[in-house]
């Protein structure tokens, strides 16, 4: 498995992200800029350029037409994928944490930072209402007064979003009426990462309490945990087996006192079902901010604290070891 390695970035990567057909991908970082590569190749296709601070979070929608970004200078910006042009400006009063399309791509959401005084908030954009955007009025507004939101997704069909707190829990929050419908707190510390499955059923989240949980996207039913003995910063459900791939490593700032041989910097592959550990792809310097499954499934990309990304193609071997378990 020798990896394309991405090199457009100067700081360490906060996010990767495919398109649905999974021919372009999107990696955020924190430098202001924004790069789209061609994940067949990792040739750069192009950025997309505006942000004055670090980039925390990037979607593309449904058709790969608009790309979403957010950032810590206090701006989510909507962008034309093809063109790089920017289309939309929405301004916040702190840094944008977390953001995403909804299933059709109409509607945007994306949380803001509790900080400077400012509260936590989830705004949602219709953006087939220009006037909400020229405005900066969101259609809804959610105050989340307890914890920061550090990580969330829509769920199945767009009817609510899953978010994941600096302390531990997990709530949904309704996209129509902005209500909390459910709340359950299993991580005992912040959750890093949300990524659903690919047909939406079921999601995981990656924890600083050393483990990854899978739920039930619509119950939030506990169903699975897989253990590690370092923090995990990501965690993505393969579309056509039971695996998963979780990234992680030490707290950045900790990372110059071990070297990279115990650094447990690489990424781990467990059983969806067993919750057992079947295999490690090492090759970050650092530890691994972002990882995601190639939606077709024959590959994965990890981005890391070492400002790198890496598409790593599977062997055939992989396909013929699953088929035959």
């Given at each position: 498995?020798?990896?394309?390695?991405?090199?457009?970035?100067?700081?360490?990567?906060?996010?990767?992200?495919?398109?649905?057909?999974?021919?372009?991908?999107?990696?955020?970082?924190?430098?202001?800029?924004?790069?789209?590569?061609?994940?067949?190749?990792?040739?750069r296709l192009g950025t997309y350029n505006g942000h004055t601070g670090a980039v925390w979070c990037v979607d593309a929608d449904w058709d790969t037409r608009h790309v979403l970004t957010g950032s810590a200078d206090n701006s989510c910006?909507?962008?034309?994928?093809?063109?790089?042009?920017?289309?939309?400006?929405?301004?916040?009063?702190?840094?944008?944490?977390?953001?995403?399309?909804?299933?059709?791509?109409?509607?945007?959401?994306?949380?803001?930072?509790?900080?400077?005084?400012?509260?936590?908030?989830?705004?949602?954009?219709?953006?087939?209402?220009?006037?909400?955007?020229?405005?900066?009025?969101?259609?809804?507004?959610?105050?989340?007064?307890?914890?920061?939101?550090?990580?969330?997704?829509?769920?199945?069909?767009?009817?609510?979003?899953?978010?994941?707190?600096?302390?531990?829990?997990?709530?949904?929050?309704?996209?129509?009426?902005?209500?909390?419908?459910?709340?359950?707190?299993?991580?005992?510390?912040?959750?890093?990462?949300?990524?659903?499955?690919?047909?939406?059923?079921?999601?995981?989240?990656?924890?600083?309490?050393?483990?990854?949980?899978?739920?039930?996207?619509?119950?939030?039913?506990?169903?699975?945990?897989?253990?590690?003995?370092?923090?995990?910063?990501?965690?993505?459900?393969?579309?056509?087996?039971?695996?998963?791939?979780?990234?992680?490593?030490?707290?950045?700032?900790?990372?110059?006192?071990?070297?990279?041989?115990?650094?447990?910097?690489?990424?781990?592959?467990?059983?969806?079902?067993?919750?057992?550990?079947?295999?490690?792809?090492?090759?970050?310097?650092?530890?691994?901010?972002?990882?995601?499954?190639?939606?077709?499934?024959?590959?994965?990309?990890?981005?890391?604290?070492?400002?790198?990304?890496?598409?790593?193609?599977?062997?055939?071997?992989?396909?013929?070891?699953?088929?035959?378990?």
């Amino acid at each position: 498995m020798k990896p394309i390695l991405l090199q457009g970035h100067e700081r360490s990567i906060t996010q990767i992200k495919y398109n649905r057909e999974g021919d372009l991908l999107f990696t955020v970082a924190k430098d202001p800029i924004v790069n789209v590569w061609y994940s067949v190749n990792g040739e750069r296709l192009g950025t997309y350029n505006g942000h004055t601070g670090a980039v925390w979070c990037v979607d593309a929608d449904w058709d790969t037409r608009h790309v979403l970004t957010g950032s810590a200078d206090n701006s989510c910006r909507l962008w034309d994928c093809e063109t790089g042009k920017q289309l939309a400006l929405v301004k916040t009063s702190s840094a944008v944490r977390t953001c995403g399309f909804d299933f059709g791509g109409n509607i945007i959401m994306f949380s803001t930072d509790k900080q400077m005084g400012y509260q936590c908030f989830v705004s949602f954009f219709d953006l087939r209402d220009p006037s909400q955007i020229e405005n900066n009025e969101p259609y809804m507004k959610i105050p989340c007064s307890d914890s920061k939101i550090t990580s969330a997704v829509w769920g199945p069909l767009g009817e609510f979003i899953i978010a994941g707190h600096e302390s531990g829990e997990l709530n949904q929050f309704s996209a129509k009426s902005g209500e909390q419908l459910s709340n359950i707190k299993e991580h005992t510390k912040q959750i890093n990462d949300i990524q659903t499955s690919r047909d939406m059923t079921m999601f995981i989240t990656a924890s600083k309490d050393n483990t990854a949980k899978l739920f039930d996207c619509t119950s939030l039913e506990h169903l699975k945990t897989f253990r590690t003995e370092r923090p995990v910063n990501s965690a993505a459900l393969s579309p056509i087996f039971d695996h998963v791939v979780l990234g992680g490593g030490q707290e950045a700032m900790d990372v110059t006192t071990t070297s990279t041989r115990i650094g447990k910097f690489e990424a781990r592959f467990f059983h969806l079902a067993f919750e057992e550990e079947f295999g490690r792809v090492k090759g970050h310097f650092g530890p691994i901010n972002s990882v995601a499954f190639h939606p077709d499934g024959k590959s994965y990309s990890s981005g890391g604290e070492d400002g790198y990304v890496r598409i790593h193609y599977f062997d055939p071997q992989y396909f013929e070891f699953e088929f035959e378990a």
